[in-house]
């Protein structure tokens, strides 16, 4: 079991920069990945951006080239530093935990932090 808390969302205007952080309640280093998912009004969650144990990304071609997703183990952080924001990146935005050991698939997210990216 982990949990997670993400901070760091605050409106920002177009063209803008900002990093999200999720801290998580104990040790990543073991979970298989972490990744970070939006939400905008009306319409479903998809995945932003995802790093493996390994240190492995990948990013959802909408923000390819703009963000930037990575790990610290010692600190059990996630970070994802967004940069050349556009409006259409408004979003709430999770942290997810996803790995499966012994007890089978653990799915665990955070509460959520909103971006707004507006004039």
């Known amino acids: 079991q982990v949990e997670l808390v993400e901070s760091g969302g605050d409106l920002v205007q177009p063209g803008g920069s900002l990093t999200l952080s999720c801290e998580a309640s104990?040790?990543?280093?073991?979970?298989?990945?972490m990744g970070w998912y939006r939400q905008a009004p009306g319409k479903e969650r998809e995945l932003v951006a995802q790093?493996?144990?390994?240190?492995?990304?990948r990013y959802s071609d909408h923000v390819k080239g703009r963000f930037n997703i990575s790990r610290d183990n010692a600190k059990n952080t996630v970070y994802l530093e967004m940069s050349s924001l556009k409006p259409e990146d408004t979003a709430v935005y999770y942290c997810?935990?996803?790995?499966?050991?012994?007890?089978?698939?653990?799915?665990?997210w955070g509460q959520g932090t909103q971006v707004t990216v507006s004039t």
């Open positions: 997810n935990a996803f790995w499966v050991d012994a007890t089978g698939v653990n799915d665990y």
């Open positions: 790093v493996s144990s390994f240190g492995r990304t």
């Open positions: 104990r040790s990543i280093s073991s979970i298989d990945a």
